[in-house]
């Protein structure tokens, strides 16, 4: 995939594909590429007619379709204000005299146009897409300037969403030149249901009054519809309905498009777009005997498996830099195993809507907010906004939810003439009248698409007023915690529940979802760059549990500049979670599965060797591919046992797979080996014809209760606690989890004197062994600093940068950015043995780093872990060690640093062992 880099070739004209393959003409001239610019502080531009022929010539050169806070722009400024923009342009439709339209993708915030020096209209807002017909003032024949005033000065009342991450100034999206004939189809709006009954609605421009011809031709046949229309001059509305023979639905799993055209044949000629629709249906449904709704598409139940998506590039900051990066963002979310994504606080970019429906994911699109208060111009602005991303992406299928506010931002009065101690609502200034008016938005809403599910406000602060889905946001770490707090919302959701909603209002039987979750605030000064996957599979886990919920959407796809919880690094690379060293095969896409196994068990537990156990089971399906079918459920229990594999229980079940939603298994009884052991509980559940349908897994801390430890090998060993070095030589060096792990960063080494028992209990040995767990040690500036905590405020909403290195819960999780450390093994000043430590690692192999946390809200160095390192000493020492019952071990790394792992950190429940034969 590709890493944001844009070549030569792309920059002399970006974004070269059709801006709108959803309402495509073939004759069209794309305006992307360098304009002239210039900033106009002192507001002189339209005094000075920046926009004539004859104007000053403009100081830079921008990139179109690029903001111009963006470093792919050119320009790079993070200024507000004003800026103009020009471009001389020649091209000539292919009909001759036909109409020339200019169209823009979005321009933020409003902007003025002029062609030839003549005002051709303006617009105010910063998503939608607009255009203007310049037909009367085009020069078919030669030369024509373009000039665009844009205007963004970051007013409270602005939609602005979240562009604290990089601003979106000016032209952001694409800008292209469309030709039509005088009678046009302006737009068509696409509704279906599964029977393959397809309901259109277009508004139709005539040029003048007369019969004209609609076809729909979609689907290489399947549909093939035409009606003869009367047209009145001017803007006519038009509705047709036709019917799909042996409809092909659209979903995740089959993303099926129709693709074809439509044409308006009249007099003035004939206009054709090429587009395309989903036959789909979303809605809610009370699931057999219960109280409460589920999600459906196509009439079936169906478990949202998402992620929150900011759609932020670090070059293009919310335009992407190409096409081929809209096609990889919803290849790399599928590759997830995930079936949805929200769009957070913003309207995706149409080509990104496009694979979306394209390659199969399921959207809710947020309408971005205002930061100011819900005045009268903020709310005027954001109606104007609504309106514009909703007829545009109305005919998109993948787009099953819009969210008409997030966590109530835009939604509070904070004036002190507002008499809040008065007033219902005034713990956090969410008026009544406000969530009247919310309320107001959402049935206007749910009149524009009565088609999709309508949500009133995402929240945070347990503020619905009316919803079509009972969604909340959550950020807890630890276990314990987060099974206490979704217990609770579940336990408090129901028909007639005033939980989660405000004013008196009441919980109807919508269905139950998580709408933004994860653990980067769940942290004490946020969780900076950490591990997150030891959390994330007790998480998913843990919602699989409850009946009731019916989805979740994960904060978030990619890392961005301050929160560090992706899936991916910023720049696309990958994440390693660690799953398959657990169980082989398994990936985060066997968490996601719409057929399910729960394990209600902690994700680790500190048990007993040979304690027998039993461990509760659940079945959770949210699709029917295999209800009615007879499966199977292997479970093995297996361990580590000093680099050799051992399974100490096993077994399998037949279990029969019938009908939606969680119902309990048969327990699992389980007996733990006899030694300290790091067990692994691997389960797997397996359709009839042995494909591995999902994967998962807990863990034991086995314990022997030995003093030195018990462990399945040969002979005797000495067990010696990391941190009982005599000596050691680092610039720094400190230990961790409580003493468990100690670190050296550079070049350096640890030194420790190692006695064998006495000749009454060890005769002569003749072999000795070392073991134990290593890694590299990367130096962070906390490590040397120790800055305390910022306390979290808005800035973070509004993109204040964070350097996670500064951040005390950071251990960065395991990725392709590498740390090597060559460890060097010496006894008594001879060097035995050289290993290479490929990494300083953190993720859920990391499983006693994670289990021995002190505290759930804060993190130290959590989920790190080493390699298992052996070294047999030489024969030719052994004589002076049989004599002096003792021997020097020094451990020294070169440059990359070094971390030893004792009895409970890392992912070995051992210590330092001196192993003797």
């Known amino acids: 995939m590709s890493q944001f880099v844009t070549t030569q070739t792309e920059l002399l004209l970006p974004r070269p594909e059709f801006p709108r393959p959803d309402w495509e003409r073939s004759d069209w001239n794309n305006l992307n590429g360098e304009w002239s610019f210039q900033f106009d502080s002192q507001d002189q531009g339209r005094s000075e007619q920046w926009f004539s022929a004859d104007a000053r010539a403009f100081d830079s050169i921008i990139t179109v379709p690029f903001s111009w806070a963006s470093p792919l722009s050119g320009i790079g400024s993070s200024e507000k204000g004003i800026a103009w923009y020009r471009r001389q342009i020649s091209w000539q439709p292919a009909v001759a005299a036909a109409n020339v339209f200019l169209r823009f993708g979005a321009v933020d915030y409003a902007c003025e146009v002029w062609v030839n020096g003549i005002a051709v209209g303006s617009h105010t807002g910063g998503y939608g897409n607009f255009e203007f017909d310049v037909t009367s003032v085009w020069n078919y024949e030669g030369d024509n300037l373009i000039a665009v005033r844009t205007e963004d000065f970051e007013h409270d009342y602005q939609a602005r969403g979240k562009q604290g991450y990089g601003e979106i100034r000016g032209i952001w999206q694409p800008v292209w030149l469309e030709s039509r004939p005088g009678s046009f189809i302006r737009s068509t709006r696409f509704n279906t249901a599964i029977d393959g009954t397809v309901s259109t609605r277009s508004l139709i421009s005539a040029a003048q009054a007369g019969q004209a011809t609609l076809e729909f031709s979609f689907g290489d046949g399947a549909v093939s ?36 055209h439509i044409s308006l044949d009249s007099g003035s000629g004939e206009d054709r777009v090429s587009s395309y629709f989903g036959i789909r249906e979303i809605s809610t449904a009370l699931a057999e005997d219960r109280s409460y709704r589920w999600i459906t598409l196509n009439g079936k139940p169906v478990y949202l498996n998402g992620t929150l998506d900011q759609s932020f590039h670090p070059t293009g900051y919310f335009t992407y830099p190409t096409d081929q990066e809209m096609h990889d963002e919803i290849y790399l979310m599928k590759k997830l195993g995930l079936n949805f994504v929200r769009i957070h606080i913003k309207p995706e970019e149409p080509r990104k809507l496009y694979w979306a429906d394209m390659l199969g994911i399921l959207v809710m699109e947020d309408m971005p907010c205002f930061w100011g208060e819900p005045g009268e111009q903020a709310r005027a602005s954001y109606e104007s906004e609504a309106r514009e991303i909703m007829e545009r992406d109305y005919n998109h299928p993948s787009i099953f939810s819009w969210v008409m506010y997030n966590e109530t931002w835009g939604l509070k009065t904070n004036s002190s003439e507002s008499s809040l101690t008065s007033q219902e609502g005034a713990a956090n200034n969410y008026l009544p009248d406000t969530q009247e008016w919310v309320r107001r938005m959402y049935h206007w809403a749910k009149d524009q698409d009565p088609t999709r599910i309508i949500e009133d406000n995402s929240p945070c602060n347990y503020d619905h007023v009316e919803s079509d889905i009972n969604t909340w946001h959550f950020y807890i770490n630890g276990y314990e915690q987060l099974q206490e707090h979704v217990n609770h919302v579940v336990e408090n959701t129901y028909a007639g529940s005033s939980f989660n909603y405000i004013g008196g209002n009441t919980q109807s039987d919508a269905p139950l979802m998580n709408s933004e979750c994860g653990n980067v605030w769940g942290i004490e000064g946020g969780a900076g760059d950490s591990d997150l996957s030891w959390h994330y599979r007790y998480m998913m886990n843990e919602f699989r549990r409850h009946d009731k919920m019916c989805g979740f959407v994960f904060t978030e796809f990619r890392d961005v500049i301050n929160e560090f919880n992706g899936y991916y690094r910023l720049d696309g690379s990958d994440k390693q979670f660690g799953y398959e060293w657990y169980v082989p095969g398994m990936s985060l896409a066997d968490l996601h599965s719409p057929d399910f196994i729960v394990i209600d068990a902690p994700p680790c537990e500190t048990v007993k060797s040979g304690q027998q156990l039993s461990v509760k089971l659940s079945g959770s399906s949210f699709s029917d591919r295999y209800h009615g079918q007879s499966l199977t459920l292997q479970w093995e229990l297996w361990h580590d046992n000093l680099g050799i594999r051992m399974t100490s229980d096993s077994g399998s079940a037949s279990i029969e797979w019938n009908g939606y939603g969680v119902k309990p298994l048969l327990p699992l009884a389980v007996t733990m080996p006899a030694f300290d052991a790091l067990a692994v509980l691997a389960i797997r559940l397996l359709a009839p014809d042995g494909t591995i349908i999902t994967r998962n897994f807990i863990t034991f801390d086995v314990r022997s209760g030995a003093a030195q430890g018990r462990y399945n090998t040969d002979g005797q060993w000495t067990s010696l606690p990391v941190g009982s070095f005599t000596e050691q030589q680092w610039d720094y060096s400190w230990s961790a989890l409580e003493d468990h792990k100690i670190n050296g960063t550079g070049s350096g080494s640890f030194t420790y004197e190692i006695a064998l028992p006495d000749t009454a209990t060890l005769q002569q040995v003749s072999h000795v062994e070392l073991v134990f767990e290593a890694s590299a040690k990367r130096l962070l500036a906390y490590n040397k600093e120790k800055l305390g905590y910022k306390k979290h405020d808005i800035s973070y909403m509004h993109g204040a940068k964070a350097d996670p290195e500064y951040n005390l819960n950071s251990y960065p999780m395991t990725g392709t950015n590498r740390q090597e450390s060559r460890l ?40 790190s872990y080493g390699y298992l390192v052996k070294a047999v000493i030489p024969s030719t020492l052994a004589a002076n060690i049989n004599r002096n019952r003792s021997f020097k071990l020094e451990l020294r790394a070169e440059d990359g640093g070094l971390a030893l792992y004792g009895r409970n950190a890392g992912r070995y429940p051992i210590d330092l062992l001196v192993c003797y034969l």
């Open 824 to 863: 060097r093994i010496a006894i008594d000043g001879v060097e035995i043995e050289s290993v290479l430590l490929t990494n300083d690692p953190a993720d859920s192999r990391g499983a006693l780093s994670w289990h021995y946390q002190t505290e759930p809200n804060k993190l130290h160095e959590a989920g």
């Open 225 to 260: 519809h035409k009606e003869t229309l009367t047209l009145a001059e001017g803007d006519n509305t038009v509705e047709i309905t036709f019917k799909v023979g042996d409809p092909q639905l659209w979903s995740p799993e089959s993303p099926y498009l129709y693709e074809g």
